[in-house]
């Protein structure tokens, strides 16, 4: 059975850092891009990042995390990392990873068909 | 302010149809394939439609997606109280490479 579990979401002052991480299990996580997305409390969804299959080379992120979070996975652990550094307010909310439906996807693939349950990050002083 | 643009609330009563409408520009809907999420209150979303009109396993036929040049269509049908959630259109802008979400659509069922 697949499954994905973020954990480590923690309430964390401005400016300070944090690593999500993401636990999976029932699929081999290398062979899979696999994404961040965040929504903050009652808005909408909104893509983080996304780390493609394999070697992890290939990485992009949303402009309003760029320079700030890092994507990296460790396929050994089958699990997947978010370092978040600056943090501000902005960076509120819940944290989900997710798996685009097929393996050995394009970046374009956005069809995420399974998800972590969440992890609430709260940045505030 | 959402690169995906899609109506902020629909309502509609037991067993009639609805479309949700996603519209967006040549860079994503236009460029790359569409997917169609549900969230539930409280839960995170779910796939119901993904490469423009196909439905994962598990999803009724009840649930319909259909893209035309830079928009695109979640169709259900047969509204049931269980289809009230909030209804996300997401894909990949090619010029920003990052995805990209619409802004949701709260769907009520009266």
């Known amino acids: 059975e697949v499954q994905l579990v973020e954990s480590g979401g923690v309430v964390v002052q401005p400016g300070g850092s944090l690593r999500l991480s993401c636990a999976v299990s029932g699929f081999t996580s290398y062979n899979y891009n696999m994404h961040w997305v965040r929504q903050h409390p009652g808005k909408g969804l909104e893509w983080v990042s996304l780390?493609?299959?394999?070697?992890?080379?290939?990485?992009y992120y949303a402009d309003s995390v760029k320079g700030r979070f890092t994507i990296s996975r460790d396929n050994s652990e089958n699990s997947l990392y978010l370092q978040m550094n600056s943090l501000t307010t902005e960076d509120t909310g819940f944290y989900y990873c997710?798996?685009?439906?097929?393996?050995?996807?394009?970046?374009?693939?956005?069809?995420?068909?399974?998800w972590g349950p969440g992890n609430l990050v709260t940045v505030s002083s | 302010q959402s690169v995906l643009t899609q109506p902020p609330s629909m309502s509609a009563a037991p067993g009639q149809k609805v479309t949700i409408s996603c519209s967006g520009s040549?860079?994503?809907?236009?460029?790359?394939?569409i997917s169609w999420f549900q969230q539930l209150p409280g839960t995170a979303p779910k796939l119901l439609i993904y490469?423009?009109?196909k439905r994962p396993s598990g999803i009724p036929d009840r649930f319909s997606g259909s893209k035309s040049g830079t928009s695109a269509t979640l169709g259900i049908t047969g509204l049931q109280t269980g289809d009230e959630a909030d209804y996300y259109c997401?894909?990949?802008?090619?010029?920003?490479?990052?995805?990209?979400f619409g802004g949701g659509t709260k769907l009520t069922v009266l």
């Open positions: 040549n860079s994503n809907i236009g460029k790359n394939y």
């Open positions: 997401g894909t990949w802008d090619s010029s920003l490479n990052a995805g990209v």
């Open positions: 490469d423009n009109d």
């Open positions: 997710a798996r685009v439906i097929r393996p050995y996807a394009s970046s374009s693939d956005g069809s995420f068909d399974y």
């Open positions: 780390i493609a299959w394999g070697s992890s080379t290939y990485t």
